[in-house]
């Protein structure tokens, strides 16, 4: 059996998988503060945001996403400090997950489409290959498809000279299934991609949604379903299948969302292996 090695472009690691090890964020949103405290949501925590990218690289992840309520400071000093931990370890920057803000909504989608610019310059400072934002929060109206669709217009404006991918996931009530998913994509005429999303459809129709929106991904979030008794293997396998089926050739983002292992590092490298496998058959 090969290494992971020959597959390390097919994987990313999520600080979200590791918001234990963290403890604390940093609720950074529209109209709230700028630096705000450290939260100890998750407890006193173990590791520093900073030293992260040495991690990911001692196990063979080159890839990180960081949600924005991990990060310390947006200070130019910190974001430098940090551009600098990840370029050392040879890590790239795949995604700035900007974890706030509603642009559908009527009141408040206006200055939350601005202060979700406010983080470009931040990508940009990172490396970041992508910027993934919050579609909107209301029900899938018409309506708050539309204003959506044009608040990520503007934002897809702001970034397109940048580098940067706009990015979008199915989450929240504004994307509930394949036909509001496409329907955005389709309205933002290749300015916008898509994350998808294991841990985001649920139900009976989840692999049928989920094999309807793959071939369009660029970024999945690789979650796998833990319980009492370990990794729901068979659900997570099929998962993976039918995004090869779809034509999906872009990393897995493992996120690991479990106590089943008390160190988060367990559960993120058994999913790691688990996908491996699959992408080793599929190649075979």
Not at 43 to 50: A, N, T
Not at 100 to 125: H, N, Y
Not at 135 to 143: L, M
Not at 249 to 262: H, Q, V
């Amino acid at each position: 059996m090969g290494s992971t090695a020959d597959l390390a472009d097919r994987f990313a690691v999520s600080t979200w998988s590791l918001h234990r090890a963290l403890g604390g964020t940093y609720p950074y949103k529209p109209g709230g503060l700028d630096a705000p405290a450290r939260q100890p949501t998750y407890g006193e925590g173990s590791v520093e945001l900073i030293d992260l990218p040495r991690q990911f690289a001692e196990r063979g992840i080159f890839r990180m996403e960081i949600c924005s309520f991990h990060l310390p400071s947006c200070s130019p000093s910190y974001i430098a400090d940090l551009r600098n931990a990840l370029d050392k370890a040879g890590v790239k920057l795949q995604t700035l997950l900007v974890e706030d803000g509603d642009l559908s909504s009527p009141e408040t989608a206006e200055r939350d489409a601005e202060w979700m610019a406010s983080w470009i310059e931040i990508a940009v400072a990172l490396g970041a290959e992508n910027m993934r934002v919050i579609a909107g929060k209301s029900q899938p109206t018409d309506e708050a498809l539309t204003r959506a669709e044009k608040h990520l217009r503007w934002l897809a404006e702001r970034i397109a000279d940048t580098g940067i991918r706009l990015v979008i996931e199915n989450w929240f009530s504004l994307l509930p299934g394949p036909v509001e998913v496409n329907r955005v994509l389709d309205a933002l005429d290749g300015k916008l991609g898509l994350n998808g999303d294991f841990g985001n459809w649920k139900g009976a129709g989840k692999y049928g949604d989920l094999a309807r929106i793959m071939g369009r991904a660029e970024l999945c979030h690789a979650k796998a379903h833990y319980s009492e008794t370990g990794l729901d293997t068979e659900d997570y396998v099929r998962c993976v299948e039918l995004s090869n089926a779809a034509g999906y050739k872009g990393p897995f983002t493992l996120i690991y969302d479990s106590p089943f292992y008390a160190d988060e590092w367990s559960g993120i490298l058994e999913e790691r292996n688990c996908i491996a496998a699959v992408l080793r058959k599929a190649a075979a």
